[in-house]
Nanobody, 113 residues
């Protein structure tokens, strides 16, 4: 795939995680990029996206808790998640925005006491 997600894990409610999405160095670093998630038994949903200029748009459930950022020099996009809730449990994916690449493996986030 074009991207490699990492950083997932097991965290208690209220905890934090930072996910990373690494793009191959051969891929243009200025693409708009998006984060998505898919919970068990549910459709994949968008978390938010970041433009090449660094402007960010979040879905309502992510506002105030999640932060998307990017490091052009590392060709990496990040998703910082604070105040995690059990309903945030999902596999998290990144892609271009709008999504146009094949989906990667994603990274599992599990929020549970």
């Amino acid at each position: 795939g074009q991207v490699e997600e990492s950083g997932g894990g097991f965290v208690q409610p209220g905890g934090s995680l930072t996910l990373s999405c690494a793009l191959p160095q051969s891929v243009f670093s200025g693409y708009a990029m998006s984060w998505h998630r898919q919970a068990p038994g549910k459709q994949r949903e968008q978390v938010g996206w970041i433009s090449g200029a660094g402007n960010v748009v979040y879905e309502d459930f992510a506002k105030g808790r999640f932060t998307i950022s990017r490091d052009m020099s590392k060709n990496t996009v990040y998703l910082q998640m604070n105040g995690l809730r059990p309903e945030d449990t999902a596999v998290y994916y990144c892609n271009r925005y709008p999504p146009g690449w094949g989906w990667g493996q994603g990274t599992q986030v599990t929020v549970s006491a």
